[in-house]
């Protein structure tokens, strides 16, 4: 019997539409209004290779007596005790609530294992997701339900807390890295996989758009497994016109965002060309680890393939990735290949690296002793108390007052120095700012 997951929150954080996300169908009906879900509603989902039920539930309100939210919220009570997993749902965008807070009680009160999704993150309203932190129920997963965005980090979330048959449960170490291949139309990904398996596992040819569908591959070097995705090949969005085509660059989409490493390769004989840096900022945006394969490699003078051009190039039209593994490959010769996977086993653990709280403030106040925040308007910005909630990307979160102030040359300061302080090459960094006083202050006023 498959594990069964509740979605529940207030009204109108979006429970509707991950719902709908999660069974790949459009069965709950989704409106802007509050309450548009009244009765429980069941499907089968599917994250990834996990499968479930899960059931959408009216959205929580104080409600009393017999009238009709006391019912809904009778249903959703009844939902809860049902499940394995609890999905609370809040809004990242008006960040906690007082309803969030009393339900958030009757959640933990069921004792059944809960993840906080924060949904609604996308942009700027990721940074409300920290807020959820303050519920007690543990770190928060952004996401966006609409968008489509944050679901590999969904679906780490759930592995870990769904239940497991003991025959099927894996440790972490033991688990495939997923890894994307994706790049611009017959740059030669289906020709390297094959390479790699050691068989035509995967159709090729001289036309470009052959692969339309991702397609999952398992393979094992020594002891490493790696679930690899072949990908259709992505051109601007502006000559796409075929639905068909369409439809492929969706799914190629949905497969980089459920990596955990993703190898952008390149064809060496035109390398970095306007769509190779589109796909680039795309897996960097997603949050995804990225490697940079130069592929038919044989085909140029080896001289413009040394590793220190290559770095040249790589951290001139990629900063934002700066530090990305680089190889040169060539997937019909065979060339470069266990360089390359040795570049994705070893991003994947910067990738999942996590540093100690004090290890960041000593960073922080040497970062800002040699270069202060400017004042604004005649006033300081002063920064507090770093610290990292998560990683798988390494993300940290910055204490202070006016950090809303900052200027986007001192976040990149500050980046800049965490990747050269921290040793975190080619993976993306994000950094959220809070206004806060430093937790530790008053423990320390007390001594």
């Given at each position: 019997?498959?594990?069964?997951?509740?979605i529940?929150?207030?009204p109108?954080v979006?429970?509707?539409t991950?719902?709908?996300r999660?069974?790949?169908?459009r069965?709950?009906?989704?409106?802007?209004?509050?309450?548009?879900?009244?009765d429980?509603?069941?499907?089968?989902?599917?994250?990834?290779?996990l499968?479930?039920?899960?059931?959408?539930?009216?959205?929580?309100?104080?409600?009393a007596?017999?009238?009709?939210s006391?019912?809904?919220?009778?249903?959703?009570?009844?939902?809860?005790?049902?499940?394995d997993?609890?999905?609370?749902?809040?809004?990242?965008?008006?960040?906690?609530?007082?309803?969030?807070?009393?339900?958030a009680?009757?959640?933990?009160?069921s004792?059944?294992?809960?993840?906080?999704?924060?949904?609604?993150?996308?942009?700027?309203?990721?940074?409300?997701?920290?807020?959820?932190?303050?519920?007690?129920?543990?770190e928060?997963?952004?996401?966006?339900?609409?968008?489509?965005?944050?679901?590999?980090?969904?679906?780490?979330?759930?592995?870990?807390?769904?239940?497991?048959?003991?025959?099927?449960?894996?440790r972490?170490?033991?688990?495939?890295?997923?890894?994307?291949?994706?790049?611009?139309?017959?740059?030669?990904?289906?020709?390297?996989?094959?390479?790699l398996?050691?068989?035509?596992?995967?159709?090729t040819?001289?036309?470009?758009?052959?692969?339309?569908?991702?397609?999952?591959?398992?393979f094992?070097r020594?002891?490493?497994?790696?679930?690899?995705?072949?990908?259709?090949?992505?051109?601007?969005?502006s000559?796409?016109?075929?639905?068909?085509?369409?439809?492929?660059?969706?799914?190629?989409?949905?497969?980089?965002?459920?990596?955990?490493v993703?190898?952008?390769?390149?064809?060496?004989?035109?390398?970095?060309?306007?769509?190779?840096?589109?796909?680039?900022?795309?897996?960097?945006?997603?949050?995804?680890?990225?490697?940079?394969?130069?592929?038919?490699?044989?085909?140029?003078?080896?001289?413009?393939?040394?590793?220190?051009k290559?770095?040249?190039?790589?951290?001139?039209w990629l900063?934002q990735a700066?530090?990305?593994?680089i190889?040169?490959?060539?997937?019909l010769?065979?060339?470069?290949?266990?360089?390359l996977?040795?570049?994705?086993?070893?991003?994947h653990?910067?990738?999942?690296?996590?540093?100690?709280t004090?290890?960041?403030?000593?960073f922080?106040?040497?970062a800002t002793?040699q270069?202060?925040p400017p004042?604004?308007?005649?006033?300081?910005i002063?920064?507090?108390?770093?610290?990292?909630?998560?990683?798988?990307?390494?993300?940290?979160?910055?204490?202070?007052?006016?950090?809303?102030?900052?200027?986007e040359?001192?976040?990149?300061?500050?980046i800049?120095?965490?990747?050269?302080?921290?040793?975190?090459?080619g993976?993306?960094?994000?950094?959220a700012?809070?206004?806060?006083?430093?937790?530790?202050?008053?423990?320390?006023?007390k001594?």
């Amino acid at each position: 019997m498959r594990p069964l997951v509740a979605i529940v929150g207030r009204p109108n954080v979006g429970k509707s539409t991950l719902f709908n996300r999660l069974v790949g169908k459009r069965l709950a009906l989704v409106d802007d209004h509050p309450g548009v879900t009244r009765d429980r509603r069941f499907g089968e989902a599917e994250l990834g290779d996990l499968k479930f039920g899960v059931i959408d539930t009216a959205g929580f309100d104080e409600a009393a007596g017999q009238g009709l939210s006391a019912r809904m919220q009778v249903q959703t009570e009844a939902a809860i005790r049902e499940a394995d997993v609890v999905l609370f749902l809040m809004d990242a965008r008006a960040g906690i609530t007082p309803d969030d807070r009393v339900f958030a009680n009757l959640v933990r009160k069921s004792g059944k294992p809960v993840v906080v999704v924060a949904n609604k993150a996308e942009g700027k309203a990721a940074a409300g997701a920290y807020e959820a932190f303050e519920l007690g129920l543990g770190e928060p997963v952004a996401i966006s339900a609409e968008h489509g965005e944050g679901l590999a980090d969904l679906y780490s979330a759930l592995l870990e807390s769904l239940p497991e048959k003991p025959e099927e449960a894996e440790r972490e170490e033991e688990r495939p890295i997923r890894v994307a291949v994706v790049g611009r139309p017959n740059a030669g990904k289906s020709t390297l996989i094959n390479r790699l398996l050691g068989e035509e596992r995967l159709l090729t040819g001289p036309e470009p758009g052959i692969t339309r569908d991702s397609i999952s591959v398992a393979f094992q070097r020594g002891a490493q497994r790696f679930e690899l995705h072949d990908t259709a090949g992505l051109r601007r969005r502006s000559r796409i016109e075929d639905k068909l085509e369409k439809l492929s660059a969706a799914d190629a989409l949905n497969a980089i965002r459920f990596a955990e490493v993703v190898v952008l390769l390149l064809d060496a004989t035109k390398p970095f060309e306007e769509q190779d840096l589109r796909i680039a900022d795309l897996v960097v945006n997603e949050g995804r680890a990225l490697v940079i394969g130069m592929n038919k490699s044989d085909l140029v003078e080896p001289s413009t393939l040394t590793p220190r051009k290559l770095r040249g190039q790589a951290d001139h039209w990629l900063p934002q990735a700066k530090g990305m593994p680089i190889v040169a490959v060539s997937g019909l010769g065979g060339q470069g290949l266990d360089k390359l996977m040795d570049a994705v086993v070893d991003i994947h653990k910067v990738w999942n690296r996590r540093m100690p709280t004090a290890a960041l403030n000593r960073f922080l106040q040497a970062a800002t002793e040699q270069n202060p925040p400017p004042a604004i308007s005649g006033g300081r910005i002063k920064l507090r108390y770093m610290t990292q909630p998560k990683a798988r990307p390494p993300s940290f979160v910055l204490f202070g007052t006016r950090t809303n102030a900052l200027p986007e040359s001192y976040v990149r300061y500050l980046i800049n120095g965490l990747r050269e302080a921290f040793d975190l090459p080619g993976v993306p960094i994000r950094l959220a700012f809070r206004e806060g006083e430093n937790p530790f202050a008053k423990k320390k006023r007390k001594r």
